[in-house]
């Protein structure tokens, strides 16, 4: 089975996009501007006058709901500014963004594009995620392997991916985002 895509940068922000904010990442994320913010004010209301701890209170509260409701918004602000500005940087990930050829045999994943050709043998395979009729490969090398919904011509193509995955991984498709997933 082969498949024929160029993967966009715009493609895989839009992804991941969709779907990050049920990550760990974005937890923890959340986690730590939370506790920053919180030591924060407690640093100011310990060693500010008593006459004006209501207002430190006040914009506390401000501050927390501000944060809490724009919290997707800043965390794809982010996410944009610091992995998307550089991501071709990465020596790893050279491969995303051209032109890719991808052939699922018994072997394994053969991903051939101008810069390598990496076999992935299914022994290697981590977990198969579809969603939206994007599949996500996920390997235990550095290879995650996004396959977007363009490539996928048919039904009957994905159906015929999932067959394959069954008898030479004894791997199940997942239908949902995985939450451990490292972007980068």
Same mark, same amino acid.
């Given at each position: 089975? *082969? $498949?024929?895509y ?5 493609d895989l922000?839009? @992804?991941?996009?969709?779907y ?13 501007n @939370?506790?920053?913010?919180g ?5 100011? @209301?310990?060693f500010? &006058?008593?006459? $004006? ?6 914009? @506390?509260?401000? &501050? ?6 724009l919290?997707?918004?800043w965390?794809?602000?982010? /996410?944009k ?20 050829? /991808?052939?699922? *045999?018994?072997?394994?994943i ?8 990496k076999?992935?043998?299914w022994?290697?395979?981590n %977990?198969?995620?579809?969603i *939206? ?8 090398? %550095?290879?995650?392997?996004?396959i977007?919904?363009?490539?996928i011509?048919?039904? %009957? *193509?994905?159906q015929n991916l999932?067959?394959i995955?069954?008898?030479?991984s ?6 949902s985002?995985p939450k %451990?997933?490292?972007?980068?």
């Open positions: 089975m *082969d $498949f024929n160029t993967l966009t940068e715009k922000f839009n @992804f991941h996009k969709k990050i904010l049920t990550s760990i990442k974005f937890n923890k994320f959340l986690i730590e @939370f506790l920053i913010l030591l924060f004010f407690l640093i100011m @209301f310990i500010i &006058s008593s006459e $004006f701890q209501i207002y430190v209170i006040v914009a @506390f509260v401000e &501050s927390f709901l501000i944060l809490f409701l919290r997707k918004r965390y794809l602000n982010c /996410l500014r610091k992995k998307f500005k550089n991501l071709h940087l990465y020596y790893n990930l050279k491969y995303i963004f051209t032109e890719t050829n /991808l052939k699922i *045999d018994k072997k394994g053969l991903l051939e594009t101008i810069f390598n050709k076999i992935i043998k022994k290697y395979i %977990d198969l995620y579809i *939206d009729n994007n599949v996500l490969i996920r390997s235990f090398s %550095d290879y995650n392997i996004l977007p919904a363009s490539a011509n048919s039904n %009957d *193509d994905l999932i067959k995955f069954k008898e030479n004894s791997k199940y498709p997942q239908y985002y %451990d997933i490292e972007f980068i």
